[in-house]
């Protein structure tokens, strides 16, 4: 175990260290690599279709080279996905090799995570060592956020592999000073907006930064070439933000989540600020939450740490926290060029700018954004450690790392303490074997020779094994809906890790209303306009979804949807895309998701709705979903006009209309 962390490591080169490949180093990196990719397909299938929001749009962009490059959510193109498409591209081209199956949607997400392993144990690993590489790549993977969104369908796990990457780069580029390795940098966040738009921003501060204080060349030359970084990401972004803006609104397909048909609407408003100040026309509490609290949760500085984060990612932030500024400490008077000094910044800076933006967000925010935050826990855990451990001979090192291992214990003891049915013993485990780290650290004595190993393998379970359980718990329970978690439920409400804190909107039952089935009033669960309509579909049966939920038709739905189905542009049209996205996926048909996301964009019109009608291009419209028509009001309308047109049938508890009769 010592082996790990005293092996030699510094070689210099150009006046950069080059860590010493060891004989143990190929085959750990490759148990790491494999073991997260073997366990996080382990029990893959039960997710069924994740996020069938996008699950749909990747059967649509399977079907339609078009919809593929809008990231339309249907294959007739009717409206996108209220994000760019990159991140379905990867699962389209999957499906469209694989066919149209739960696997072929997740496997490409679960070969992002091993990816996103193997380049932070790359990245750590050629300034600070194998050791700290490896360990920075386990805490990765064994983060519970990470085994959640790395086994789902959501765009947080290609966003973590380009935002890592864009940090490998940047690294590069401090070694070497050259601009082609900022070129890199700048092409990795382009395309990591063109993954989640504005939310990659929040590693460039960071990056240029780091490189400001630490690149290798003059000043006036960094400066330029953090311009050319500028370029290359305005580039890699703006041509697809370019295509969709010039491209005639009337021959593609309206963007998701704007109300005037606009991508850079949805960038700076539903996407951008809204997210920042709570202002977020169309979403699901119009006029947002200005000022925090609702139903996105309390924002604060402890808001990564409450009952909805803590357990994604909290487990080890003060460990990161602690062991950062040490090795910043301990690296003294080193040159400003420092690569190690210069991770440690990068990462740093990458850690304190996402969590402080989660924390004071008042708009909408859920528990697995936190993804974003489990690169830097896990490299600055990885970097510190070493560079601690390394430095043990001086008490006050052996002071730090013993405080931080209580620091991860206590954070330990209340995270697994909110679940008390939860493997209760192991908080037990967790400060008995702290304090026997505790302890080893503190004696000189303990910290050499064979007994060092005792001491490390100490710290390390006391630290790993909560997350580890949580993750392991992530891993064996089935994950569906808009709003997941990780981990066992811990009794959060809706917007804070989940309906109730649970792990989706279809597992073990978060989701569900109060008793008695109806929304309190001004309850978050009070929808726009008055409706009653629960998240998940609460409010009907026969699985016909709803705002945050999937539909799950039954074999006699998917055969009237079916019949005739070459005849029409939409075998059927239901309010929001989540109502819509499981008839389109049992039939592998277009179904028009009338809203977007949540019902309430205005498309389509309902004279445009009218036309396709009596053009004979829908079969069916499908009652429900949605949250009751939406801010503009245009769901709503199209809604009473079928109601008022044509006959309501009934099928397995699902109402709907023949608007070909």
Not at 110 to 122: E, H, K, P, Q
Not at 193 to 211: D, G, H, N, S
Not at 324 to 352: H, S
Not at 480 to 505: E, K, L, Y
Request: proline fraction near 5%; charge should be neutral; hydrophobic fraction near 50%.
């Amino acid at each position: 175990m010592t082996t790990l962390l005293t092996a030699p490591e510094d070689h210099v080169h150009d006046g950069a260290p080059r860590p010493v490949r060891t004989r143990w180093e190929p085959w750990a990196a490759a148990a790491l690599i494999l073991g997260t990719a073997v366990a996080y397909l382990v029990n893959l299938s039960s997710n069924g279709w994740a996020n069938s929001f996008y699950s749909a749009a990747v059967q649509a962009g399977s079907q339609s080279w078009e919809a593929f490059f809008f990231g339309s959510s249907d294959a007739a193109n009717s409206i996108t996905v209220d994000k760019p498409p990159m991140s379905l591209w990867l699962m389209e081209l999957s499906v469209r090799v694989f066919g149209l199956n739960s696997w072929a949607i997740l496997v490409p997400q679960v070969l992002l995570g091993a990816a996103s392993v193997t380049l932070l144990w790359r990245t750590v690993r050629r300034q600070w060592g194998p050791a700290a590489g490896l360990l920075a790549g386990l805490v990765l993977a064994l983060t519970p956020v990470a085994a959640l969104m790395f086994r789902f369908n959501n765009p947080d796990a290609l966003l973590v592999l380009l935002m890592i990457a864009a940090v490998w780069a940047m690294m590069r580029a401090v070694e070497t000073g050259r601009t082609r390795w900022l070129v890199v940098v700048g092409t990795m966040v382009g395309l990591g907006f063109l993954t989640k738009q504005l939310q990659v921003m929040l590693v460039v501060p960071p990056l240029a930064l780091t490189y400001l204080l630490a690149g290798p060349v003059s000043l006036r030359r960094r400066i330029l070439q953090l311009c050319a970084a500028l370029g290359a990401m305005i580039v890699s972004a703006g041509w697809w933000i370019a295509v969709v803006e010039l491209w005639p609104a009337s021959s593609r397909p309206w963007i998701g989540g704007s109300q005037n048909n606009s991508i850079l609407e949805l960038t700076l408003g539903y996407n951008g600020l809204g997210r920042l100040n709570g202002e977020e026309t169309g979403s699901v509490t119009p006029g947002g939450g200005g000022g925090g609290g609702g139903m996105w949760g309390e924002t604060g500085i402890l808001r990564m740490f409450d009952a909805s984060q803590g357990g994604q990612i909290a487990w080890l932030v003060p460990a990161a926290l602690i062991l950062g500024i040490a090795a910043i400490v301990l690296r003294g008077r080193a040159p400003r060029t420092d690569q190690r000094r210069a991770a440690l910044i990068v990462w740093g800076l990458w850690l304190l700018v996402t969590g402080l933006t989660f924390s004071f967000m008042a708009g909408i925010f859920h528990s697995y954004y936190t993804v974003a935050l489990a690169p830097a826990v896990a490299a600055l855990v990885g970097m510190g450690s070493v560079a601690l451990w390394r430095a043990r001979e001086r008490l006050v090192a052996r002071i730090v790392l013993a405080a931080t291992v209580v620091a991860t214990v206590v954070t330990s003891w209340i995270l697994l303490s909110r679940s008390a049915s939860f493997v209760p013993w192991l908080k037990v485990v967790v400060v008995l074997v702290g304090v026997l780290a505790v302890v080893g650290l503190l004696v000189p004595r303990l910290t050499r020779g064979r007994l060092a190993a005792v001491t490390v393998l100490a710290a390390v379970i006391a630290g790993l094994a909560g997350p580890t359980a949580y993750a392991a718990n992530t891993i064996a329970t089935p994950h569906q809906g808009s709003i997941v978690t990780a981990g066992p439920n811990t009794g959060g409400g809706f917007g804070r890790g989940g309906m109730d804190g649970g792990r989706g909107m279809r597992d073990g039952g978060a989701g569900r209303m109060p008793a008695g089935g109806q929304a309190p009033t001004g309850a978050p669960g009070q929808l726009p306009g008055g409706a009653a309509q629960m998240p998940g579909g609460a409010d009907g049966g026969g699985g016909m979804g709803g705002l945050l939920d999937g539909s799950t038709p039954s074999a006699e739905m998917v055969a009237l949807l079916e019949e005739n189905s070459d005849s029409y542009t939409w075998v059927a049209a239901a309010i929001g895309s989540n109502a819509a996205s499981g008839y389109q996926l049992a039939t592998e048909d277009p179904v028009m998701p009338i809203g977007g996301f949540n019902g309430s964009d205005p498309s389509p019109t309902l004279a445009e709705f009218q036309q396709y009608v009596a053009d004979g291009e829908i079969h069916w419209f499908i009652a429900g979903g949605g949250m009751g028509g939406g801010a503009s009001g245009t769901s709503a309308e199209i809604s009473e006009w079928v109601t008022a047109t044509f006959t309501a049938q009934t099928v397995d508890g699902v109402t709907l209309y023949d608007l070909t009769a």
